[in-house]
């Protein structure tokens, strides 16, 4: 009865796609250590290096001592502390609304958001390249899915002019986008959305902590804070805890309280992923040291997003390309189908504040002498 499990297998690993877990026995961000040999890690989204630094871990320790290792009970049930509501807090004055939720993963914030704002009588319009967690939530939506071309602007204008008769209409794009590194048109989507009656949502999981001056994300960075509908965001990445969240007005907030069921039905956040992402977001605000030396690191690539591409084509050619660095003490992952478009394999490159000048000369020069432009 499972021999479909077999071929499916024997598929994937005939076509180079068949997936494998590492196993990481120690770590300090910058470099990890596999089979007892330590690697430069170069594909981490640990980009200002918080999920290590010693004032964050010791705020989680503390917070573990103080509330235990998990919350207990959902949200609404007795697993809100006062640290998911500082969060919270926090989360909101960080991008600048009245207020924010916060789910256990990025992954079930897009579900819950999504999900308890459309049904059957809606649209939602998204990216080609939007995350995966966006798509799955689009689908359990029941929502009309429409889907435009990578930030073609004509494209998503069509859509909204033949879109009026639905109830509402919600355009969900990624900040940046997690595979290529490149950044919505934010400017343009407002003001089609404007002109079309349309919400929109942006997916600031790779911005939040590394785009705009003070790391705010990518309204900060067009200069024009406060203007989407609905601010989603990960506290897994720059923030260097785990969480998902949501920001915007008081109202939303409360209506995802009664009807998100990725955060009614689950079980609050640990009160250490809380008090982690907390103290992350004090430290971004008040020492600019750690974005500064992610942006000098980024300089060496003229890149203003630590997310770099370096497509390869084939599945076997990335596989081949990773498999070489990681010979030479490089741990850099090939992306494959599904995560990126057939014949768009590439290595997912990320540069994080904790690289030294060393390492990156060490990857440029490896990069160099094996994947030959
Ligand atoms: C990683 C990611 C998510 C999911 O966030 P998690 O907290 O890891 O579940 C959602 N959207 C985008 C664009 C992402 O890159």
């Not at 256990?104 to 579900?111: E, K, S, V, W």
């Not at 889907?147 to 509402?168: C, N, T, W």
């Amino acid at each position: 009865m499972l021999e479909f499990i077999d071929e499916e297998l024997k598929l994937l690993k005939g076509t180079g796609l068949y997936r494998q877990l590492r196993t990481i026995e120690k770590t300090d961000g910058r470099t990890i250590t596999i089979d007892g040999k330590s690697y430069l890690n170069f594909c981490s989204n640990n980009y200002l290096g918080l999920a290590n630094h010693p004032r964050i871990i010791e705020a989680a320790q503390k917070a573990t001592a103080e509330y235990g290792a998990g919350a207990g009970a959902s949200r609404l049930i007795s697993g809100n502390t006062i640290l998911h509501e500082k969060l919270e807090r926090k989360i909101a004055e960080f991008k600048k609304r009245e207020a924010a939720i916060v789910f256990p993963t990025g992954f079930m914030a897009n579900l819950g958001v999504m999900t308890a704002l459309l049904d059957e009588k809606d649209t939602v319009i998204i990216d080609r390249l939007d995350h995966a967690s966006i798509i799955d939530a689009c689908r359990l939506s029941k929502a009309k899915l429409q889907v435009y071309p990578h930030k073609d602007m004509k494209a998503l204008e069509k859509i909204l002019g033949r879109s009026q008769s639905f109830s509402k209409r919600l355009i969900v794009t990624d900040s940046v986008f997690s595979m290529d590194g490149d950044l919505a048109p934010l400017p343009e989507i407002w003001s089609l959305a404007n002109k079309h009656r349309s919400l929109v949502m942006i997916d600031e999981a790779h911005a939040t902590g590394v785009l705009g001056k003070c790391g705010r994300g990518l309204e900060e960075h067009f200069g024009l804070e406060g203007r989407t509908d609905i601010v989603m965001g990960t506290l897994s990445k720059a923030i260097g805890s785990l969480g998902g969240f949501v920001a915007g007005s008081q109202q939303l907030i409360n209506y995802l309280h009664n009807k998100a069921r990725s955060f009614i039905y689950t079980t609050a956040l640990p009160p250490a992923s809380c008090a982690a992402a907390l103290a992350a977001l004090e430290l971004i605000e008040n020492d600019p040291s750690f974005l500064n030396k992610l942006r000098a690191n980024l300089k060496s690539f003229s890149a203003i997003v630590p997310i770099i591409p370096i497509i390869l084509g084939s599945a076997e050619k990335a596989v081949k390309a990773s498999q070489d660095l990681f010979k030479r003490g490089i741990l850099l992952s090939a992306i494959r189908p599904p995560t990126v478009p057939q014949d768009q394999s590439r290595l997912r490159l990320t540069i994080c504040a904790q690289h030294t000048k060393e390492d990156i000369d060490c990857l440029a020069s490896l990069l160099q002498e094996l994947i030959p432009a």
